[in-house]
Structure formats: structure tokens, C-alpha cells
Nanobody
């Protein structure tokens, strides 16, 4: 069983940066696809960014492309989300997720394990 523990997040101003981290335990996720999703109040959980096992494929939602960067460190069993130029529209609870399936997909139903969620609030 994989447990995902998130850290980072918080409240920032428009234009600031934040980095989210997600560390896996219980099983290595080196061969798993990893991703970040977010969910704003009253909205569906949406895909933000994903990364395949080698890091060679990194799809992004159009809304974050060029501002967010996903990365992974297989030696640390971890995935990260660097968020730059944050906007109020980025305010949401962010979740990391792991999928044992291939290829990398961008829908929540494809992911088997989830982090606990962390709040990101961007004020103008």
C-alpha cells in the first residue's frame, strides 16, 4: 500500500511562488506515473500536471503551462510541483496522486493513490 504525504502550500500574493512536495512511503513509486490535481470550492477535481516514471513526459493543464513545473526524484520516492507567477485562479486544494498504470493519463480515475491535500491560497 502506498501512502503519499504532502508538504508545502500556504497563502501568498499574486505573482509569488510556492513549491509543493509529495513523498511516498510503503512502496516505491519509481515505476508509477505521478501527478498533481487541484480542486477549488464547488468545482471538480482537475488535472494540473503529470510526469511519467522517467520524467520524459510531462503534460500540463493549459492554465498552468509555462508557470508550473512538475519534477520527480526517484531516489527520494518523491514528486514536486514548482508554482511560479501564481494567480488568484490557482487557489485550490492541491493533491498529489500516483498511478500504477501506463501510459500516463490525465484523469483522476486513472490514479490509485492520493495525498491528503494541501491548501494553496493566492490573494490579489
Amino acid at each position: 500500500q502506498v501512502q503519499l504525504l504532502q508538504s508545502g502550500g500556504g497563502s501568498v500574493q499574486t505573482g509569488d511562488s510556492l513549491k509543493l512536495s509529495c513523498s511516498a512511503s510503503g512502496h516505491t513509486v519509481n515505476t508509477y506515473a505521478l501527478a498533481w490535481f487541484r480542486q477549488a470550492p464547488g468545482s471538480e477535481r482537475e488535472f494540473v500536471a503529470g510526469i511519467n516514471w522517467s520524467g520524459s513526459i510531462t503534460p500540463y493543464a493549459d492554465s498552468v503551462k509555462g508557470r508550473f513545473t512538475i519534477s520527480r526524484d526517484n531516489a527520494k520516492n518523491s514528486v514536486y510541483l514548482q508554482m511560479n507567477s501564481l494567480e488568484p485562479e490557482d487557489t485550490a486544494v492541491y493533491f498529489c496522486a500516483a498511478s500504477i498504470g501506463t501510459p500516463l493519463r490525465t484523469v483522476a480515475v486513472a490514479f490509485h493513490y492520493w495525498g491528503q491535500g494541501t491548501q494553496v491560497t493566492v490573494s490579489s
